[in-house]
């Protein structure tokens, strides 16, 4: 695979660990990713908005047990460590939506370094990144 494209939605620690995980292994691999944030999931490209993100009700009595196993098999636990480490990979692009900037107040200037310019509508992300892509996932 060439190209794979991420919609993300999902702003719990566990759930979006998920796609992180995909954009690691799939870059590793030479594959080039592009990632859209939207609704609450786009606060992870916000300045400070990553450190909002709690383990899902269920599993909440084991946070600290599950950013252990994180670490464990070599990845930061930390959510803007994953993104600096997923961009130094050169392969992987972040979008925050258009709509959820606006909502959750997200602009050039509390944006991530790693995500600067990169507000997008999501028609956009889907007709120009996503349909061209050779996979695309939802979480």
């Known amino acids: ?4 494209a ?3 939605r999902d ?7 998920v796609p992180f995980a995909f954009a690691h292994l799939q870059a590793a ?9 939207l609704s609450w999931a786009a606060l992870a490209l916000k300045e400070n908005g990553a450190n909002q993100f709690k383990i899902q009700t269920a599993h ?3 946070e600290q047990w599950i950013k252990d196993q994180v670490s464990k098999i070599g990845m930061p636990n930390d959510i803007l460590q994953l993104l600096k480490m997923l961009n ?3 392969n992987v692009n972040f979008y925050a939506c258009s709509l959820a900037a606006s909502v ?3 602009d050039d200037n509390n944006i991530i370094d790693e995500a600067k310019g990169n507000i997008v ?15 695309c996932q939802y979480w």
Not at 1 to 4: D, F, P
Not at 121 to 135: R, V
């Open 1 to 4: 695979m060439k190209s794979l």
């Open 6 to 8: 991420i919609v993300v």
């Open 11 to 17: 702003d719990s620690y566990d759930k979006i660990m």
């Open 29 to 37: 691999e030479g594959c080039k990713v592009n990632m859209l944030f």
């Open 60 to 62: 909440a009595d084991k």
């Open 88 to 90: 130094d990979t050169g």
């Open 104 to 106: 959750f107040d997200i």
């Open 121 to 135: 509508g999501a028609s956009w992300f889907l007709n120009d990144i996503a349909l061209k892509a050779d996979h």
